[in-house]
């Protein structure tokens, strides 16, 4: 395909998501009609759909309208692209530019791609920084490993990962990698198989180093999902049972655990008792800390959406408050960015149950060194 | 001058009797994970040479509170060295239609077996009360448990709950799904937490093959005994040895040490 062909591809693709199919799939649907885009077609094409999303707003007023032409023309404008000589109407190529292509510069929200009716929050929670936050979401994310400090060394990975033609340097996380070169090919790698990296973010794991676990402690992950942060807990020398409202979202663990060579107990009832020196409730969120990686959610979150999740945020905490040891410590974290799911959740659960109050915080702003992540650590003091 | 089998605890509270139902031994398999070696290596710093056990049941004598029995023994299930709780209590003159309530710490055979005879329930006049995880677990299994509470219409309570004045529940779950210790005031039951002490107690990690969730099990033991250790409780196991039926637990490396409660 040709240059202009691929950003044709993601004009269409982009024009399927604005009708309200999922970006993933409109991608699928796209590659499965399209047997003639080979692997490097495909990666390319994604990158545009990607790019577009995550500068939904910009670059329909750079591109002149809210569709798949304004938004690729937009970006290609943003990025200083020559235009004329992609917009040629040759081939496969996207028609010539008219009049009704003409564009504007992008102010306010609009300009940093954060949906306007949720600017006010985002100003609420950071001030003169949230242009900042918001406009780190506009550009691809980094990619980070995990390293198993148990098992080896950042060293020893790094050695292993350039022998396949991976590039990876140290974050100022004790157990992470940043990828710099070949991200793509990390799950094909001799060090993925032998359990020495998983994929999980730097803030993540920042996260968890925050939370201060030694060996033989017991830890509750109750919003365990696929186990990211149960696996780096254990590798930590926690004793871990991992659970999760939809157990079906843990059948991963198993296996990821097996590769790791460490256990993980999954449990879909959490049994009563005060037994747990550390619970740690990843709560679900709206991801606004991620939404450079699932910038489709960015435009499809809504005020209903965020009441929901405030609630299920506050009843989780209530849920697990009893199964704290006494003289335990109790963990909330999210990858979100806005205040009424981090410290307002925080706020409500304390004002709800005496004794307990916040003995450290965590507010990571997306960037280069990683997504946007809350956490909250409490303890209770009768 | 007590019965042998009987040791007293006087608490603010009233008094409790320890009533030793028998004793045993458990074999190596008891305890799966645990080498040969470090199974030598445990019973000798505890100057023993087998694991031996005793199966404890207790008589509350609250101030204000009707009789209580803590458990009931093996009754007849486990042979003739055990069932030995109804003469005990005659020994302290106490009958068995005298019991107002028995709280269980759980339902396996050596706790609830004393409760049911082949003609019907040991103390007719008793409440019963256990942790509803454990009710539900039982409920309607062919077993001697099962059995029992199809014959009774048992209270069930959840983790801190009130069972009487001053008697709280303490959900300590992993050896059953609804095991459950006791608190009154400065005293701790921790049931089946500890197996046995030799095995147990310094090495907290040590699963019994009768624990339905071991992990569990292991942060239950882990979170009882730091919190005896630390506000210096005084704790009860079902299956203590005398002369030690009563202890206080202290930390030691990476498990704890118990004393006996002068």
Redesign the interface.
């Known amino acids: 395909m040709t240059p202009a062909a691929r950003i044709a591809a993601a004009i269409d693709i982009l024009d399927a998501v604005l009708a309200g199919q999922p970006a993933e799939a409109a991608l699928i649907n796209w590659g499965r009609a399209s047997r003639f885009a080979g692997s490097k077609d495909r990666a390319a094409v994604r990158d545009h759909v990607y790019d577009g999303l995550r500068r939904r707003r910009s670059a329909a007023a750079l591109g002149g309208a809210e569709t798949g032409r304004g938004i690729m023309l937009g970006v290609l404008r943003s990025q200083g692209a020559d235009i004329e000589t992609i917009f040629t109407g040759q081939g496969h190529a996207p028609a010539v530019l008219s009049p009704a292509d003409t564009g504007r510069d992008p102010v306010g929200a609009e300009a940093v791609d954060w949906p306007e009716w949720l600017w006010p929050h985002l100003v609420a929670g950071w001030g003169e920084d949230a242009a900042a936050i918001a406009a780190a979401q506009q550009d691809r994310a980094p990619v980070f490993v995990r390293v198993n400090i148990a098992r080896t060394t950042r060293e020893a990975v790094v050695a292993s990962l350039a022998d396949e033609g991976n590039a990876a340097v140290p974050h100022p996380v004790a157990t992470a990698l940043k990828i710099t070169d070949n991200a793509r090919k990390l799950q094909t790698s001799i060090a993925y198989d032998a359990g020495w990296i998983e994929m999980q973010d730097a803030s993540s794991q920042a996260a968890i180093a925050a939370l201060d676990v030694t060996k033989?402690q017991?830890v509750l992950d109750y919003c365990a999902g696929g186990g990211g942060k149960s696996l780096a807990l254990a590798a930590l020398g926690a004793?871990v049972?991992a659970h999760d409202a939809d157990p079906r979202r843990m059948k991963d663990i198993e296996p990821r655990a097996q590769r790791a060579k460490t256990r993980i107990?999954i449990?879909s009832k959490v049994?009563?008792?005060?037994?747990?020196?550390l619970v740690f409730c990843d709560a679900p969120c709206s991801g606004s800390g991620t939404w450079r990686r699932t910038p489709d959610a960015k435009w499809k979150f809504d005020a209903k959406r965020l009441s929901d999740l405030t609630a299920i945020q506050g009843q989780i905490l209530d849920n697990v408050v009893?199964s704290v040891?006494?003289?335990g410590r109790l963990a909330y974290a999210t990858c979100s960015v806005l205040p009424q799911e981090n410290q307002q959740v925080v706020e409500g659960f304390v004002a709800r149950h005496s004794g307990w109050s916040v003995v450290k915080t965590l507010s990571l702003r997306p960037g280069e060194d990683g997504d946007g992540f809350y956490l909250a650590i409490l303890e209770h003091n009768p | 001058m007590l019965a042998d089998g009987i040791a007293r605890l006087t608490i603010p509270e009233g008094e409790i009797f320890a009533l030793t139902d028998g004793a045993g031994t458990f074999g190596p398999d008891v305890f799966p994970t645990v080498s040969d070696e470090a199974r030598a290596d445990l019973l000798a710093r505890a100057g023993e040479t087998e694991v031996r056990t005793e199966f404890n049941a207790y008589l509350l004598r609250l101030h204000g509170q009707p009789l209580t029995l803590v458990d009931t023994g093996c009754g007849t299930l486990f042979g003739p060295g055990c069932g030995r709780v109804p003469g005990l209590l005659a020994a302290l003159g106490v009958q068995p239609g005298d019991i107002g309530r028995i709280i269980f710490t759980h339902l396996h055979r050596d706790h609830v077996g004393g409760a049911v005879y082949a003609d019907g329930l040991a103390y007719p006049n008793a409440e019963i009360v256990l942790?509803?995880?454990e009710a539900e677990f039982w409920q309607g299994k062919d077993a001697t448990a099962g059995e029992f509470l199809a014959q009774v219409a048992p209270r069930t309570v959840?983790?801190?709950q009130e069972i009487a004045p001053g008697v709280t529940a303490?959900?300590?779950?992993?050896h059953t799904?609804?095991h459950m210790g006791l608190r009154i005031g400065q005293v701790a039951f921790v049931g089946d937490i500890l197996h046995s002490v030799a095995m147990q107690a310094a090495a907290p990690e040590t699963c019994t093959k009768f624990d339905s969730?071991p992990?569990?099990a292991?942060?239950?033991r882990?979170?009882a005994l730091?919190?005896a250790a630390?506000q210096d409780l005084t704790v009860i196991g079902s299956h203590f040895l005398a002369p030690m039926k009563f202890a206080k637990a202290s930390g030691q490396g990476?498990g704890y040490a118990l004393v006996p409660v002068a």
């Open positions: 033989g017991t004793r049972t107990e449990l049994p009563g008792g005060r037994l747990f020196d009893g040891a006494i003289g | 942790s509803q995880a959840t983790d801190g303490w959900m300590l779950p992993g799904p609804g969730d992990q569990i292991i942060a239950s882990r979170a730091s919190l630390a990476d």
